[in-house]
């Protein structure tokens, strides 16, 4: 090889691919940076989750008779109970003290779903 084309490679190996990769090396490491300081805390974020889903199903539940009942809601708060499995101890009280009364379609659907609720939430081992 000549020297001008000694000189062509040099040029294109450091004044193109070097910078290119030192670039995109950057590039990640900025972006892992930014990404680790602005992730939200998950567990202040589900922690006002869980706190939102029992106000709903009490609201739901002592309604003091100015709706009707909602069976639909009920079971989708009962069923999204599962997510919270770092809650459970508490989860597990208050669904002892809920009783679902009625013999309509809902109503046991709803009884049905706080039992596997219960089922799901005692399966789980200890942490």
């Known amino acids: 090889m000549t020297m001008f084309e000694w000189a062509a490679v040099a040029l294109i190996v450091f004044g193109m691919v070097i910078p290119f990769w030192v670039m995109t090396l950057l590039t990640m490491i900025v972006l892992y940076q930014q990404r680790k300081i602005f992730k939200p805390p998950s567990r202040q ?4 989750d869980y706190t939102q889903l029992m106000v709903a199903i ?3 539940i002592h309604s ?3 709706a009707s009942f909602n069976g639909p809601a009920l079971q989708t708060y009962l069923r999204e109970m599962k997510h919270y499995p770092e809650y459970r101890e508490t989860s597990l009280l208050y669904l002892e003290d809920l009783s679902i009364s009625g ?7 709803c009884k049905a779903e706080q039992k596997a609720v219960e089922h799901y939430l005692l399966g789980l081992d200890d942490e």
Do not use: E, F, Q, Y
């Open 64 to 66: 003091d008779g100015k």
């Open 45 to 48: 974020i589900k922690v006002h």
């Open 58 to 60: 009490d609201d739901l």
């Open 103 to 109: 013999a309509k379609k809902w109503s046991t659907i």
